[in-house]
Every structure is written in C-alpha cells, then in structure tokens.
C-alpha cells in the first residue's frame, strides 16, 4: 500500500510526524529517531500530492536539516499538539517532561534504563477515531499494524532521555532499571464521558455496581467499550464529526517513577544465641527480646545499600528454609535463607558481601560465612525446601520418673538413665523394616503455637534416632534425631499432654522432658555455588 496517502489524511486529521509513522505500521526504532526527516523522505520518494502548503514546508525543513540543530516551529499543520498522542510524541513538550526528572538523587549504579509511560486513556480513544478513519478512507488499510504508542515514546523520547540522563536505552526484558513517566490530560474524564453515549450498557452496568468498580473509566473498560465502535457511531457526537477535536490543554508529567528490580542475596546463617527469634518478635504491639536473626543480617545489608532505617521494613524481605524457636540453637552449616532488596541503589561487589558478612559475625550471635547473588528461581527452590527437607537435631533430655522396666529399690530416688532405657530408644520403631522411616508419629498443633496456627494433625516421620547416655549425669541423656520438616522435636520428647502419639516416653515407659536443643543440619543444598557472581 502506498504510504503518501496515509501520511497526508493523517497529517490532515492534525497528527505529528512520529503517528503519521505509527498508523504505517513502521517498527523500526531508527525510523522514529528522526521523524520528521523520515516522513519528508516518504513523501519526496513517493510523489505526494502537489500543494503549495506541502512544496513551501519541505523545502524549508530540508534546508533546516542540514544547517540548523533546532526543530523547525512550523510543521505540516503540526505547529499544534498532535490530536493522536497528544504532544507526547512531539519534540516541543519533552523540555518539560526532562524537568520533571530526578534519576540521579536515588544514585543508582547501572550504566542502563528502560523507558516506561502511563499515558492518559484518551489516547485510546482517539487512536480508535484515527483508525476507523483511515479504514473508511482505504479499503485495504490493516487496522492491527498501528506501532503501539509505548514503543513509539521509547523511541522518540527515550533516546532523548538518554542523554538527559547519562545511561544507556535498553529494553525492560534487559535493564533492570524502568524509569516510567506518568502523564495526564486536564479534560481526559470529559473526553471519556462520550464513552456513556457510545456504549450505553457497559457503563450502565459499572454504575450500578459501584461496589464492584469503584472507578467509572479505566484503561480495560475503555478498550471494551471502543471494541464495536463504529465510525457512524463517533461522527454522531458533537466536535468528532468531521475529525478529532483539538486539544487544548497539554498532556503533563505529573510524577515520574523510577524502579530498579529486585536483588536477591542467599546464604546459610548459624545462630549461637539461646535468646534470639529469627524474625522481630512482637506481641500486641510489644517487643519482647531487643533484636533478631533477621535485624542483625539487615543491619549490614541495608548501610551498604545506602536503605534508610525508615525504609528497611518495606525495601528488605527476609526468606529462609523454616525457622528455628528463640531457644533453639542453628549450628553446622546453618540454615539458608534469603533476603530481597527492593529497588537496589548498586550492585554489591564481592568485597562488600564479604565485608557484610564479617559484619553479622561481629556480633557474636549470628555467622554468615557467604553471601552470594541468586534468582527467583533459586527463591523458588527454598520454599520448596522448607517441606521437604529434612533436619537433624540434637537435643539434651532428662528422665523424669522412673521406668516400668526399673528395678526400683528405693521409690524415693532420683530417676536414672539406664542402658536398658537407651537400648530401648536406640531400637524403638513402629514402622516395617522395608519403610524408609524408623517412627511415624501423629500430632496435633502444639499448645504454645496454637494461637497462631490452626488445629490441624500432622504426620511427621523420623528417619534417624541415637541416644547416648552422659555418664557424668546420671539423670541426663542426649539424642540425636533425623526427622521430616515440620516435626515439633520438643513436643515429641515430652509427649505435650498426649498430643503427640507415639512419643519418647513410650519407648522407655517413663516420663522425659527436654532441656535444650540445636539443629545440628538443615539438609538442602542452597544456595547453589555455581550462583556466585
């Protein structure tokens, strides 16, 4: 199809140079570097119709190109603002747009940018006016190749933009830096409200349903209600009969909104204190131990991000494979976790994730050893860990009452761990020889987490299960169990008021409670070493 005809009855209708090249269908992002040099090629090449208008603005364009920098003012009838995008496309309004920029007080470190727009939603209007248009007026004119108006303004302003702000114009599947400039238009609700006359039932619809769609135009409804639209429909509403209304109030950049993607850093953290909770513990508004696993990793992380201590709540996310009760010590390896770091200011190098995790450790109740880059989908493998995996635990426990199985001389004495009692733990199992699993216990939502989990009953499984004795005290022996995730280690050792079914004190037939324990190993492998930057 030839190209002069469209751009002509498109420059015509009062579009610019850059929609005069979108209603072609053109995707080319240099074509739209130059707009104007472009179209005036176009119709130099394709022989337009001849008028004194269009001889007497070429010839002054051209010797404009090649001796002047500055855009000529007077255009092809585009000296006003374009009735399509209205002014976003057109080189007089960016000065403005570049006002309102502020890219550099956030300092981020990243040498590119991916140009974003929120355009007002007349635009969708009046593209529709344009196309029914140019389909009424050519036959064998394809209404689905209209270049999108967001690439266009990547194209044209965005290149600009560039240099405005030192960094390089890249797509947003690459950058991790959107800059997104927010436009409005004073009369864009007034504009809109023909949409009720052409589309009577929709909008009847949404006011009925207030509850529902508590804003009467949005960008979906908008697209729904041009969807039939025909131009027999348009051009029986006043000022859209003969062509687009003018505009007369300019399209303003009202915010501008500058995002980085998030960072996400893994590691394993070993946790050396008996009074620590992993995460900031509160309850009804009252903090009840000063610090946390959580905090103290923070605490590095956010001063080399530069992330204000009012903005730490909402900028770090803290992930991890399960956690560990406030008297449960997490030595070995230590458990993983992760932390999400919104809208990142830098890239952190090698040196400064050392440099964090020397850090944590100083404080003497939590050890890093490495932090190191992972990705959502590393994320994703962590969560899947936390039901999956397997932990193994020691815990130190003492025999309360005698057993069924003593030979009590004096029912008065202390109880004492007998090598009896240890063979008995050592073989206890409930479970077939061929099962995978030496014990598979039953329990129910422990009574200290009931105010805040749901009463459920669970079955958990325990792979591994050793008991010694301490020949120092008599009273006093230690375990070492492999168990499912999941399991409550503390309430299968005290049975927690039959809760729990079997329990340990069945093995022995004796009362045992449990006085201190650590995870000794949270098996899964994360994060993954060959993540490492």
Request: with cysteine; proline share 5%; glycine share 4%.
């Amino acid at each position: 199809m030839d190209q002069t005809p469209i751009i002509n009855f498109c420059k015509d209708l009062g579009c610019c140079y850059a929609c005069c090249l979108r209603y072609l269908g053109l995707k080319n992002p240099k074509v739209f570097e130059n707009c104007r040099k472009y179209v005036l090629e176009i119709l130099e090449n394709g022989q337009p119709k001849k008028n004194d208008r269009d001889s007497a603005e070429k010839s002054e364009i051209m010797k404009k190109d090649e001796n002047a920098e500055e855009p000529v003012n007077k255009k092809m009838k585009m000296n006003d603002t374009c009735v399509s995008c209205m002014g976003l496309l057109q080189e007089e309004s960016w000065p403005n747009y570049f006002q309102a920029l502020d890219v550099t007080r956030k300092g981020y470190e990243t040498d590119t940018f991916a140009c974003g727009l929120s355009a007002p939603m007349t635009t969708l209007l009046r593209e529709k006016a344009v196309i029914l248009r140019l389909c009424n007026q050519f036959t064998e004119y394809d209404a689905t190749i209209l270049t999108p108006l967001k690439e266009a303004w990547k194209w044209t302003f965005g290149v600009q933009m560039a240099k405005v702000i030192g960094k390089s114009l890249d797509s947003g599947a690459v950058s991790p830096l959107l800059i997104t400039l927010n436009m409005e238009y004073p009369d864009d609700l007034q504009e809109l409200e023909i949409l009720k006359t052409l589309s009577p039932s929709l909008f009847e619809l949404r006011s009925k349903q207030k509850k529902r769609f508590t804003v009467e135009f949005t960008r979906r409804s908008v697209e729904e209600a041009l969807t039939d639209l025909s131009l027999e429909a348009l051009q029986g509403v006043d000022g859209w009969k003969d062509g687009l209304p003018a505009v007369e109030k300019h399209v303003k950049c009202v915010s501008v909104v500058s995002v980085h993607t998030p960072m996400y850093l893994g590691g394993r953290y070993i946790k050396l204190s008996r009074e620590l909770p992993q995460t900031p513990w509160m309850v009804n508004g009252v903090r009840m131990m000063d610090s946390s696993v959580q905090e103290i990793i923070f605490d590095p992380i956010a001063r080399m991000n530069l992330i204000e201590p009012a903005d730490v709540e909402h900028r770090l996310k803290f992930m991890s494979a399960g956690r560990e009760d406030v008297d449960v010590r997490c030595l070995g390896q230590g458990r993983p976790f992760a932390v999400e770091i919104t809208d990142p200011r830098k890239q952190l190098s090698p040196e400064e994730l050392k440099t964090i995790c020397k850090e944590i450790s100083k404080t003497g109740k939590v050890i890093v050893k490495d932090l190191i880059y992972v990705t959502k989908v590393d994320l994703t493998e962590l969560k899947k860990g936390e039901e999956t995996k397997c932990k193994t635990y020691e815990a130190l426990c003492i025999k309360l009452s005698h057993s069924e199985y003593d030979h009590i001389v004096n029912p008065d004495s202390k109880p004492k761990v007998t090598e009896n009692d240890i063979e008995r733990i050592n073989s206890y199992s409930n479970t077939s020889p061929s099962d995978e699993a030496r014990i598979v216990l039953k329990q129910k939502t422990p009574v200290r987490v009931l105010h805040r989990r749901p009463l459920l009953t669970r079955q958990r499984r325990i792979y591994e299960l050793i008991a010694k004795e301490l020949p120092d005290h008599p009273q006093l022996f230690t375990l070492v169990i492999k168990t499912e995730a999941g399991t409550y280690i503390k309430e299968w050792v005290h049975g927690d008021l039959g809760r729990t079914r079997p329990h340990l004190g069945e093995a022995i037939k004796a009362k045992v409670d449990i006085l201190a324990l650590d995870v000794a190993s949270v098996h899964l492998q994360w994060p993954l070493v060959n993540n490492k930057n």
